[in-house]
């Protein structure tokens, strides 16, 4: 809406620009500029060269602050923290005061329903879900809220958000299908963190696809299932291939990632691969969960990863059954 109204500025700017121009060509005076007679299409004139160029200017500084948040996001420069929500000031929902002022994990950040860049805006008064005692992870810079993501269970007076972070129980082996995942329709994004990191692994064969124009800078290229690892209350994730690829995706396999949520909202990235399925087994080495790794060609094949303390390493043979022995 304020990109209509600014566009919609400029163009009143323009038109004042274009008629003024015309009024004093139609008059057709020598010297005009010192004439009595062109004093009024004169100032209109001038008043739409300081309307026109004021328009484009204040359009222009808007767009660019606005690239500087996406671009943030999306180059995983964003910060993020996860923690219980303590307001700090609502703003009301008449506007006329300071916005939404909120402290995660001793991060201030602020809400305001009526600003200008394209952040985070649903204050307390207009329903948002940034409430006192919320538990939730937010992606944001220079203090503006990029992303929410709101833990469920929450109690019954404080609203999810739209995307969660929750882990499965992991009492019995959790199996991931990745061609099932990448077929599904809704998919939840990877942080821009986790993006970034791939991407870097990734590069010469993602450069590849990008010269065929199989994905640009806007593509969502990753995303992720929520999973648990070792019960720390930290969201882990798999990660995967949000659509098709050459760089991630092999004759028979897809390329997946598990990572590790840390302190602060770090990922760590323990175990990557190529296969067709995960699965979380419920056992534990040395605190995180065992891994398999499944690829089907022609039969079944399954790796086994153990954690040995500081990275997962490979059980040579491991059962079919996905049992843990």
Known sequence: MRLLWAMLLIGIGLAALIGSVAWIRSLKLPRWWSRKEAGKPSF?????????????????????????????????????????????????????????????????????????????????????????????????????ILRVDIQTNQPNNMPASTSRNTSPPPHTPTTYNLVELEQMKEKQVAPPAIVAKVVSLNKKELDDDKRQHLWTEESELLAVVPINLDDDGITDYLVYPAFYLPAFHGAHSIACWIFRGGLNSTYALMLEGRHDAVIVLPDKTNGLRGIDLIYWAGQKEVCRYKYDGQIYQRIIKAPTTGEDK
Not at 110 to 124: C, D, L, Q, S, W
């Open 44 to 144: 209109l004139l001038l008043w739409s060269i300081l309307f026109f160029g004021c328009s484009v200017v204040g359009f222009s500084v808007n767009l660019w602050e606005a690239y500087q948040y996406v671009d943030a996001y999306r180059s995983g420069r964003a910060g993020i923290i996860e923690g219980e929500v303590h307001v700090l000031h609502e703003q009301p929902a008449s506007g006329h005061s300071d916005p939404d002022i909120i402290e995660i994990g001793g991060v201030r950040l602020t809400v305001n329903a009526f600003g200008r860049v394209p952040v985070y805006k649903e204050t307390i008064a207009s329903g948002g879900a940034l409430r006192e005692g919320v538990h939730a992870r937010v992606y944001y810079y220079s203090e503006k």
